[in-house]
C-alpha cells in the first residue's frame, strides 16, 4: 500500500492549486456577495481543458483519472466552492451519465462540446415533492411518435439557466415507481423547455440554482438515455459517482478554512503572543488536521474505487458522509478561533461555514449516506 | 595565459546618445581605489561614434587614462560590433579588470565578450574589492537567491577578471575640474559578419519623472497604500519633499505603477537620503534595493512587518490616513522656515 | 521552424527563508519552478507555434530531477524535451554553463533559440548571451516582443529608458524578459500525456564534443570563495500607539533631527 502520489498526480495538483490561488480566489467574495454565477472562472476552466478531466480522450475528455479531477474539484473549492459545484455538477451529474449510459450517437453528439466546456451540463432529478424520494415524480413523458412529450417541473437545479443540456427524469410509467422512470437529454432549444425561479440560499450563493419548467417539452426519441424504465438506475449511479465529487468540495472547503485559520492564528496576537501559541488553539488545530487528513484519505479511496470496482456505493456514501460532516465542523471551529472577525465577512470564513451546509444536504443528505453505509454494514 | 601580463583596471564606458551613464561615473570611482589597492592606473574605454568630446568629462571623474573606439558602427549599440570592438580592446591592452555597468548594455554586452575572450564573469556585483593574500585578485561580491545570500567570487586563473556592477551603489568620485588624460584612439574595422542584427527603430519611453536612482528622497508605496488613486497621496507628498514616488513590487504587479519606478531585486538598487516606505511591508527583494539608504522611515499597519527592521523610524498605523497630514506638516514647516 | 527553449529548474525563491537562528538559507520543502524569464520564453514560442506552427523542443541542463521542469513545459505544450544532466557538468559557472548547452544544442535542429533573460536564483543573464556566442549566433536580449516574418525575426528590445525594434536572420537567440507575456497553464491532459505519452530525451557528457577542461568545475573560470548572509541593519525605533497626526508630527521631528528638512 502506497500513499504517495503519483509524477502526474502530483503535478496536476500543483496546477490546480496555482489555478484555483491565481484565477478563482480573486472572485470568491464577489461572487458571494453578488450572487453571481462564475463566468470567469467558467471560460478560464473552458480554456485549460479542466471540463471534461477524468473522461478518455476518444470521447472529447482530458483523457485523466477520476482521482486528478477529485483533486481539481478539492482545489477550487479550497478558495470557492461555489466554482466547484457548478464544476462537479457539470462533470459528475450533467455528463457522466452520457459517458456511462449513452449511445454511441449520444455520445459523439454531446460528449465532445461536453468535454470541451462549450456545453456546460446540468442534471434534474429533485422535484418539490420528490426529493429523496424519487419514485413520487410527478414530471411525465409519453412517447408521441418520434419524440417524447414531456410535462412538469424541476427545482434545485445546479448550473439551470447556464447549462446547454440536462439529464432530465421523468416518469414514462408512474404505475411502476421507480421503475418507470427513464432519463432524457434535454437541450435548452427544446421546444416547451423553460427555465423558472432561482433560489437564494444560504451559502455556494454564486451557484445557478434554478427551477426547470416542463411544458409539452419536445424531446426526441432518440435522446432517450438508456432503456425506458431504466431511469432509477442512471440516477442512482450517477449520484454514487456525484457524491465523490461532492466529498471533494466538502473536504476542500475544509482546508481552505483550516488554511485561512493557520495563516490567522499565526498574525494575530492577543495577550501577547500569537493565538498559535495557546494550547487551545494547538490542540483544535490539531483535531482538525488529523480530521482533514481522515476525510481526505476516505475521499481519495472512493475516487480510485470509482476507476477500479464495479461498485463503489459504499465508498463514495462513506466520503461524501464523513468529508461534508467534517466540512461542517472543521468551518464551525475555524470560525470559532476567528472569534469576531471570522464573523463579519472581510474573512472568509463565514462563507465557508455556509459553504459547507449544502455538502450534508445535497446528492443525498447525510442520513441517505447512512441508509447506504447501514446496508452494507449490516449484511 | 601569463597573468602577470594583463595590468590595469579598466572601465567600459556606456554612453547613449553621447551621454555617459551615471554608473559609468561610479564605476570610474570604484576603479580609482581599486587601482590604487594594486599600484596600477583607471583606463576608461570610450565606445561610440563622435564621442572624443565625452573624454574630459571621463578624466575628471577619474580616468587616469582613455582608450576611445570612434566608429560609424558603433553609434547605435548592438551587441557584436561592441563585443567585437571591446575584445579588440581586450586583446591589445590585455587588462587586469575590466568593469561594466549592470545595465541592459553591460548585462548583454559583457557575457557576450567573456564567452569569446574566455574568462570569468561575475554579474550585478555589489561590492568590489582586492584580496591581501598577496595575488591581488579581485574579489567580487554579489546576491544571490533573491538577496537571500552573498556570495563573493574570484576569478583566478583567467583575465581579465570582469564584473557588472549594480547602478547607485559605487560612489562617484567629486569631478576634477579641467582634468586631462592621454588619449588613445584605436582604430578597429568592425567586419561585416558582426553586423548582422538590424536597427529599424529607435523607441524612446515616454517618462517625464525622475529617474529614481538619481532622487535623494524617495516616497515609496506598497500595497498598503490600497489602490492606485492613492498614490496621489505619495505624489503630493514627494514633490513637498523635493523627492520622488518609487513602489514594491507588489504595485508594479498589479498594474498600479510603471516597473521603472520599481525598487529592489528586480528593479532598482536605491540610496537615497531619505526613503519613506508607505504601506510596504518589506519582503526581502525589497529590502535588497533600499537597505542603504541613508534614513529609513516606514509606515505600516502591521507592526511584525518586516520593513520596520531596517527602519530608522517605524510608525504603526496607516498611510493612507498618516502621509496627507504628513505632508501638511512638511509644508507648515517649509513655509515657517521661508519667513 | 524548429524552436529551441532553455530553461532552468530553479527554487522559488520567494519562498526562501531565512533561518532565524543561524542565518543561514532554508532550502528544505522550496518548491522548485521553472524560471519565470523562461517560462514566457516557452510562451513566446508556444504562440509562435500557434500563429504560425513551430516544432517547439525544451532543453534544460541540471541534475536529473529538472526533468519534472521538462514534464511540466510538455504539458504546457512543447513537442519534445532534452535533458542535459551528467556529474561532469556539477559546479559550472555561467561560462562552462553555456559552452556545455551550446555543444547540446548543435546536437538538435534550431532555427530560433530563446532562453531566459536571467535565473531568479542566480540573476547573473550571462547564459543567453554566452551560448549565442559559442554557437556564433546574433543574440537580441531583453526581448519584450518577438514577431517572425519567413526567415526574419523582429524584436522589441528593452532597454532603460528606450527600444530598439531589431530585424535579424534566423537563425539567432533571443532572450525573454517575464514581462513579455502571461504563460499560460498547463492542461490537466497534458500533464498525463507529458508522463504517460512523452519522452525526455538525455544527453550526458559522452553524447557532447568538448573537452574536459571547458565543462563542470575545471572548465569555469570563477570560483565562489564565500557566502554569507547579509548582517541585518541595527532595529532603529518603532512607535505603534500615536494617532495620525501625531504620527505625522513625530515624522516631521525626525526629518529635522536628521537634517533632511
Given at each position: 500500500m502506497d500513499f504517495t502520489l503519483s509524477k502526474e498526480h502530483q503535478m496536476a495538483r500543483t496546477l490546480f492549486k496555482e489555478f484555483a490561488e491565481k484565477e478563482i480566489k480573486p472572485y470568491a467574495q464577489e461572487i458571494d456577495e453578488e450572487e453571481r454565477f462564475p463566468a470567469e472562472a467558467l471560460e478560464k476552466m473552458r480554456k485549460y481543458k479542466f471540463m471534461g478531466i477524468p473522461y478518455a480522450k476518444e470521447l472529447g475528455g482530458a483523457g485523466c483519472d477520476t482521482l486528478t479531477y477529485e483533486m481539481c474539484i478539492e482545489e477550487i473549492c479550497k478558495v470557492c466552492a461555489t466554482t466547484g459545484t457548478m464544476l462537479s455538477a457539470h462533470t459528475s451529474l450533467g455528463t457522466w451519465p452520457i459517458v456511462k449510459y449513452g449511445t454511441p450517437e449520444q455520445k459523439a453528439k454531446y460528449l465532445p462540446k461536453l468535454c470541451t466546456g462549450e456545453y456546460l451540463g446540468a442534471f434534474a432529478l429533485t422535484e418539490p415533492n420528490a426529493g429523496t424520494d424519487s419514485s413520487a415524480q410527478q414530471t411525465k413523458a409519453v412517447l408521441d411518435g418520434d419524440h417524447y412529450v414531456i410535462n412538469g417541473s424541476k427545482i434545485f437545479i445546479t448550473n439551470g439557466g447556464y447549462a446547454d443540456t440536462y439529464i432530465v427524469f421523468a416518469m414514462t410509467d408512474k404505475s411502476k415507481g421507480n421503475h418507470g422512470i427513464s432519463a432524457f437529454i434535454v437541450e435548452k432549444t427544446f421546444p416547451g423547455f423553460s427555465v423558472g425561479k432561482k433560489e437564494k440560499k444560504?451559502?455556494?450563493?454564486?451557484s445557478s440554482t434554478c427551477e426547470l419548467i416542463f411544458n409539452n417539452c419536445i424531446v426526441p426519441k432518440e435522446n432517450l438515455l438508456g432503456q425506458e424504465g431504466k431511469g432509477f438506475v442512471v440516477a442512482m449511479t450517477t449520484l454514487d459517482n456525484g457524491r465523490v465529487g461532492i466529498a471533494a468540495q466538502a473536504l476542500g472547503i475544509a482546508e481552505g478554512a483550516l488554511d485561512e485559520t493557520v495563516k490567522y492564528v499565526n498574525e494575530r496576537k492577543q495577550f501577547g503572543r500569537p493565538l498559535s501559541k495557546f494550547q487551545n488553539t494547538q490542540f483544535e488545530i490539531a483535531d482538525m488536521a488529523t480530521k482533514v487528513k481522515a476525510a481526505q484519505l476516505l475521499m481519495y479511496r472512493a475516487a480510485v474505487a470509482e476507476d477500479t470496482q464495479k461498485v463503489y456505493s459504499e465508498e463514495a456514501a462513506m466520503a461524501k458522509l464523513y468529508c461534508a460532516s467534517t466540512a461542517m465542523d472543521v468551518t464551525t471551529r475555524c470560525l470559532q478561533l476567528h472569534g469576531g472577525y471570522g464573523y463579519t465577512r472581510e474573512y472568509p470564513i463565514e462563507r465557508m461555514m455556509r459553504d459547507a451546509k449544502i455538502t450534508e444536504i445535497y446528492e443525498g443528505t447525510s442520513e441517505v449516506q447512512k441508509m447506504v453505509i447501514a446496508k452494507y454494514a449490516l449484511k | 595565459m601569463d597573468i602577470q601580463e594583463y595590468k590595469g583596471v579598466y572601465v567600459f564606458i556606456q554612453q547613449v546618445d553621447n551621454q555617459v551613464a551615471g554608473v559609468s561615473h561610479e564605476l570610474l570611482g570604484k576603479a580609482k581605489e581599486l587601482a590604487a589597492k594594486m599600484e596600477t592606473e583607471v583606463t576608461a574605454i570610450l565606445l561610440g561614434s563622435g564621442v572624443s568630446a565625452l573624454c574630459a568629462d571621463l578624466a575628471s571623474y577619474g580616468a587616469d587614462k582613455i582608450v576611445m573606439v570612434d566608429n560609424k558602427d558603433l553609434e547605435l549599440y548592438s551587441t557584436k560590433p561592441y563585443a567585437y570592438a571591446m575584445c579588440s580592446v581586450i586583446e591589445k591592452y590585455k587588462p587586469a579588470v575590466v568593469l561594466y555597468g549592470a545595465t541592459a548594455i553591460g548585462r548583454d554586452l559583457a557575457p557576450r565578450v567573456a564567452a569569446r575572450v574566455r574568462t570569468g564573469l561575475t554579474a550585478d556585483c555589489t561590492k568590489l574589492d582586492v584580496a591581501d593574500d598577496g595575488t591581488k585578485n579581485l574579489r567580487m561580491t554579489r546576491p544571490a537567491f533573491g538577496g537571500n545570500i552573498m556570495a563573493t567570487i574570484v576569478c583566478p586563473e583567467y583575465r581579465p577578471q570582469m564584473a557588472t556592477v549594480r547602478p547607485g551603489v559605487m560612489q562617484k568620485i567629486k569631478p576634477v575640474a579641467d582634468a586631462k588624460v592621454p588619449v588613445d584612439n584605436l582604430a578597429v574595422a568592425i567586419p561585416a559578419s558582426e553586423k548582422d542584427v538590424e536597427i529599424l527603430d529607435v523607441v524612446k519611453k515616454e517618462s517625464h519623472k525622475m529617474d529614481i536612482q538619481d532622487a535623494k528622497i524617495l516616497v515609496s508605496g506598497g500595497r498598503?497604500?490600497?489602490?492606485?488613486?492613492?498614490?496621489g497621496i505619495l505624489e503630493d507628498c514627494a514633490k513637498t519633499l523635493g523627492g520622488t514616488v518609487s513602489s514594491s513590487r507588489a504595485c508594479v504587479d498589479a498594474g498600479w505603477v510603471e516597473k521603472d519606478i520599481q525598487v529592489g531585486q528586480t528593479g532598482k538598487t536605491v540610496r537615497p537620503n531619505l526613503y519613506l516606505a508607505c504601506g510596504i511591508s518589506g519582503a526581502i527583494q525589497h529590502l535588497a534595493g533600499m537597505e542603504e539608504s541613508d534614513v529609513i522611515i516606514a509606515v505600516n499597519k502591521d507592526e511584525g512587518a518586516p520593513i520596520f527592521e531596517v527602519a530608522d523610524f517605524g510608525v504603526v498605523g496607516d498611510a493612507t490616513k498618516i502621509i496627507p497630514l504628513f505632508t501638511e506638516e512638511v509644508k507648515k514647516a517649509l513655509a515657517e522656515r521661508k519667513k | 521552424m524548429n524552436i529551441v527553449v532553455c530553461i532552468k529548474q530553479v527554487p522559488n525563491t520567494n519562498e526562501v527563508k531565512l533561518?532565524?537562528?543561524?542565518?543561514?538559507?532554508?532550502?528544505?520543502?522550496v518548491p522548485s519552478i521553472i524560471n519565470p524569464d523562461d517560462k514566457a520564453g516557452l510562451e513566446a514560442a508556444l504562440r509562435l507555434k500557434d500563429a504560425q506552427g513551430a516544432h517547439v523542443t525544451v532543453l534544460s541542463m541540471g541534475p536529473p530531477q529538472a526533468d519534472a521542469a521538462l514534464r511540466e513545459a510538455l504539458a504546457m505544450g512543447a513537442d519534445e524535451a532534452v535533458l542535459v544532466t551528467d556529474r561532469a557538468f556539477g559546479g559550472a559557472d555561467t561560462w562552462a554553463t553555456a559552452h556545455t548547452i551550446a555543444a547540446a544544442l548543435k546536437k538538435l535542429p534550431f532555427d530560433l533559440i530563446i532562453t531566459g533573460r536571467?535565473?531568479?536564483?542566480?540573476?547573473?543573464?550571462?547564459v543567453g548571451p554566452q551560448i549565442a556566442e559559442n554557437l556564433n549566433l546574433p543574440n537580441i536580449s531583453y526581448a519584450e516582443d518577438i514577431k517572425v516574418e519567413g526567415d526574419y525575426v523582429t524584436v522589441k528590445r528593452q532597454f532603460e529608458d528606450r527600444y530598439h525594434i531589431v530585424k535579424v536572420k534566423m537563425p539567432c537567440l533571443i532572450t525573454a524578459l517575464s514581462e513579455l507575456n502571461e504563460p499560460r497553464y498547463m492542461t490537466p491532459g497534458g500533464i498525463f500525456d507529458a508522463y504517460r505519452a512523452k519522452e525526455v530525451k538525455v544527453i550526458t557528457r559522452q553524447d557532447l564534443d568538448v573537452q574536459d577542461g571547458d565543462i563542470g568545475l575545471k572548465g569555469s573560470?570563477?570560483?565562489?570563495v564565500q557566502t554569507f548572509t547579509k548582517s541585518p541593519k541595527a532595529a532603529g525605533t518603532l512607535v505603534n500607539n500615536l494617532n495620525p497626526q501625531e504620527a505625522a508630527e513625530y515624522m516631521l521631528e525626525k526629518l529635522r533631527e536628521k537634517f533632511i528638512i
Open positions: 444560504m451559502g455556494i450563493r454564486g | 498598503g497604500m490600497g489602490c492606485p488613486e492613492n498614490f | 533561518d532565524p537562528k543561524t542565518g543561514t538559507l532554508i532550502r528544505e520543502g536571467q535565473a531568479i536564483d542566480g540573476d547573473t543573464a550571462q573560470p570563477t570560483r565562489v
